[in-house]
Each structure stands twice: as C-alpha cells, then as structure tokens.
C-alpha cells in the first residue's frame, strides 16, 4: 500500500523560511521522479520542484532560488527547503511521483502572511 506524508508546514511571515518534509512507503522510491506540488485556494495543483532518481532537479519559475528539493534514498524521504516566503507561497503543499500515482498524502499548510 502506497503512503505518502507530508510535514512541517506552518504560519510564517514574508521573508520567513520552512521546511517540508515528506515520507514514502510502498513504493520504489529510489527510481522515481519526486516532486512538490502545491495547491492554493480556488486553484490547481501545480508542480514547484522536482528531483530525479539521479538528484537532477528542477523548480518552477516562480521559486528558482527560493526552494530546494532534495532527498535521501535511505529514509525514502523527499524534502523542500522554501526560502524568502512570500504571500503568494500559501498553498497546501504534496509530494508525489512525476508524473503522479492516484494516491495522495493529506498535504502539509503553508501560510505565509503578517
């Protein structure tokens, strides 16, 4: 059975700093494509980062230099560093596979405001 869950989210002021931390289980997560999505308010799911099985990664535009997906293929977890948080970051926050399996993990909350 495939787990995903996502934490660290939080309430941080503009400029402020989080980290998202994300766990998988029931899959083999050393040859996928990971990825943090996000999803705001009356919006789409969008994809913001993404690492392959081999650490090459890539970031929407609007977090290049702000965001950093990384990994550990021991714990088979998938983490995001998000930087100089802005108001526009607020969004609940998944990871998943790219592109993504049907299951999803409860998400993590990221608000950003002051």
């Known amino acids: 059975q495939v787990q995903l869950v996502e934490s660290g989210g939080g309430l941080v002021q503009p400029g402020g700093a989080l980290r998202l931390s994300c766990t998988a289980s029931?899959?083999?997560?050393?040859?996928?494509?990971m990825g943090w999505y996000r999803q705001a308010p009356g919006k789409e799911r969008d994809l913001v980062a993404r690492?392959?099985?081999?650490?090459?990664?890539v970031y929407q535009d609007s977090v290049k230099g702000r965001f950093t997906i990384s990994r550990d293929y021991f714990k088979n977890t998938v983490t995001l560093q998000l930087d100089s948080l802005r108001p526009e970051d607020t969004a609940l926050y998944f990871c998943?596979?790219?592109?993504?399996?049907?299951?999803w993990g409860q998400g993590t909350q990221v608000t950003v405001s002051s």
């Open positions: 998943n596979t790219v592109p993504p399996i049907d299951t």
């Open positions: 029931g899959i083999s997560f050393s040859i996928y494509t």
């Open positions: 690492i392959t099985s081999l650490g090459a990664t």
